[in-house]
Every structure is written in structure tokens, then in C-alpha cells.
């Protein structure tokens, strides 16, 4: 079997398919037990990943009756690697994880070992993909961006009504011009690992879809810039060549970005555990949990009270890693 895999496929496939092939051969009689995968990725200037840091890993696992089953496989060693695992995420161990996983700035993800690459992808653009938060921003050319940016920071915790804290924060933006969404836009940069994220997954087969509580007006622009196909956001009123104030109804909010998942889903006929979704805001949190692999992005601490699988420390290509992708098949535009 490893024969084979060497010689005429191994070339076509991923590193954890691999392992998957040639773990299978040697449970020829019996099904192999394992039901997820812990995969370990280091974050950059900071601790590479060792055999060690998955020694340890085995051993809080065990206190939590989730075993090891099969060998440590590297994915980019010293960066990425993974082990096969039999039992899943639960609520105590995932903070024992992240407990001692925080002094070397590690990210780790306990995924569902089958259908681990995904087939569509749903990424909140504002923090996420993008660096900033493009409204705070857009509202510095109006002044007050230390204003907004503290209405934006508590909406993003979940402590304000996402619709009626857009309205305020565009309402006093009134009658500013275009052109200071342009300038904005100009100034815009991408997170990193955005340039490989969309396009790797593209070139797998997904769909990828940039959704935002923000505005249409970046999510165009950032979608082309990034990979993604399909955008969706909501509209700022232009009157004039200047901001009327408004926001066009219906507002995209949490609840929003939950449809458009479900709505991606039925086009392609997919299940959820088919789906990833990646978000930094309490307003992500509902399409986070409604994925198969939902992961918070550098997120808030109540979208981390709420997840099991986030990056932390890294950038965003730890989100292939937790596919099982290894470097040499990241993509970019």
C-alpha cells in the first residue's frame, strides 16, 4: 500500500490524506478508531512545534479520557503537525489547552477527523480578513473615530444591538464625501495569510464567500483583492456624492450571516459539516457554532467563550493547517 501511495499519488495528495491511506492499511481487519485530529501550529517569531508539545498534549487529553491514536504526522515541521485522536472537544479540556499551549503562543484545533477539507468557506471581512475595522476608520476622516471605535468595540463584544449601533455609527457620518471611503479603501490592508486562504481552499473545489456587517463598498473590493467569489455586506445611502445618514434596509446581522450560510449551503447541497465559517465579532458567534468548523479569528472574548477551534496567535493560513492543507499547496491570487 505505502508502495503505491509513493510512487503514483502521493504527489495529488494532501498530507493527511496520506496518512489516512496508509493508516488504513494497517487496520485492514478492524476500523480504525480514531474520530478527530489535534493539530498544533506555531505562531510567527515565537516557539517552533515540537514532539514535546504533543507529549504533553497526550497527557492533558488523557485527563479528559480522549486518547492517541496513530503517530505524530508533521504537516511543515516545526510550524504545523498533527495526531490523530479518539474523542472530541469538550469545554474543560479545550482551556487546559489553551492554558498551556499560551506560553508559546501555539494554536491548536480538535477537528472532525472525516470530511476535515471543506467545501465552502464563509469569512467575516472586518478584523478577519481585513486588518481593520473599516467604518472606525471610515470615521476618522470625520473626526470621531475614537467615538465610533468605542461604539463598534462594544457591539463586537455583543453588548449593544448590532442594527441600532450601525444606524448611530452611520448616522453620524452624515454628509461625508465619497471620496473618504475611497481614501479608506486605499489605506485597507488584508490580514495576514488572507492572500492564501480563499485562493488555496478556491483551488480545492470550495466555494468562498465574504460576508459583513459592514459595508458593500469594501466587501467588493476586498473579496476581489483576496480570492473570494461571492460577497455580501450591507449598503450605505450616497446622496449627492456624500453620506445620507442611512443604511439601506434590511440591515445584515448576525442572523444574516446565518441565512447566507444556509442559503450557500442549499445551492450546493451541502451539509453544515461540509462548511467553515472564521469571524472575530459576538455578531459572528451564530454562524461559527451553525459550521461544521467554525473558528474564531483573534476573537473577542465572548466569541471565545463560545468556540472550541480559534487562531489566537497565528494568521490566517492556521485555518488550512486545521484543514490538514501543509504549505505546499497554499495558493495566491
Not at 504526522?73 to 479518539?86: M, N, R
Amino acid at each position: 500500500m505505502w508502495t503505491i501511495v509513493r510512487t503514483s499519488v502521493k504527489e495529488f495528495l494532501t498530507p493527511w490524506q496520506v496518512f489516512l491511506i496508509i493508516n488504513a492499511s494497517s487496520h485492514v481487519l478492524d476500523e480504525p478508531k480514531m474520530t478527530h485530529v489535534l493539530t498544533l501550529v506555531a505562531s510567527q517569531g515565537n516557539p517552533q512545534v515540537s514532539d514535546s508539545h504533543f507529549r504533553e498534549a497526550a497527557k492533558i487529553l488523557a485527563h479528559y479520557n480522549v486518547e492517541q491514536d496513530g503517530k505524530r504526522l508533521w504537516l511543515d515541521k516545526g510550524k504545523a503537525g498533527e495526531i490523530s485522536i479518539y474523542g472530541g472537544p469538550q469545554s474543560a479540556l479545550i482551556a487546559h489547552l489553551r492554558d498551556f499551549f499560551a506560553k508559546d503562543k501555539i494554536d491548536f484545533f480538535i477537528t472532525a477527523a472525516n470530511n476535515r477539507q471543506k467545501k465552502l468557506l464563509l469569512a467575516d471581512m472586518d478584523s478577519t480578513i481585513a486588518s481593520t475595522e473599516t467604518l472606525d476608520e471610515l470615521a476618522d476622516y470625520a473626526g470621531i473615530k475614537d467615538k465610533i471605535a468605542a461604539i463598534t468595540a462594544q457591539a463586537m463584544e455583543g453588548k449593544l444591538d448590532f442594527k441600532a449601533a450601525l444606524r448611530e455609527r452611520v448616522g453620524l457620518l452624515k454628509d461625508l464625501p465619497v471620496k473618504a471611503l475611497k481614501e479608506t479603501l486605499e489605506k485597507t490592508t488584508l490580514n495576514p495569510g488572507a492572500e492564501s486562504f480563499a485562493p488555496t481552499m478556491k483551488a480545492q473545489g470550495a466555494t468562498c464567500v465574504l460576508v459583513s456587517g459592514g459595508f458593500t463598498f469594501f466587501t467588493e473590493a476586498i473579496a476581489a483583492r483576496s480570492g473570494f467569489e461571492v460577497h455580501h455586506g450591507n449598503i450605505l445611502e450616497i446622496d449627492n456624492e456624500k453620506l445620507t445618514g442611512q443604511v439601506r434596509e434590511p440591515i445584515l446581522d448576525k442572523f444574516a450571516k446565518v441565512d447566507f450560510l444556509e442559503r450557500h449551503m442549499q445551492e450546493k447541497n451541502l451539509k453544515p459539516e461540509d462548511c467553515l465559517t472564521i469571524g472575530d465579532g459576538a455578531n459572528d458567534v451564530p454562524m461559527l457554532k451553525k459550521a461544521g468548523l467554525g473558528i474564531g479569528y483573534h476573537p473577542k472574548k465572548t466569541v471565545l467563550e463560545e468556540v472550541h477551534n480559534a487562531i489566537i496567535y497565528g494568521d490566517l493560513t492556521a485555518a488550512l493547517y486545521a484543514q490538514g492543507y501543509s504549505s505546499k499547496y497554499f495558493k495566491t491570487l
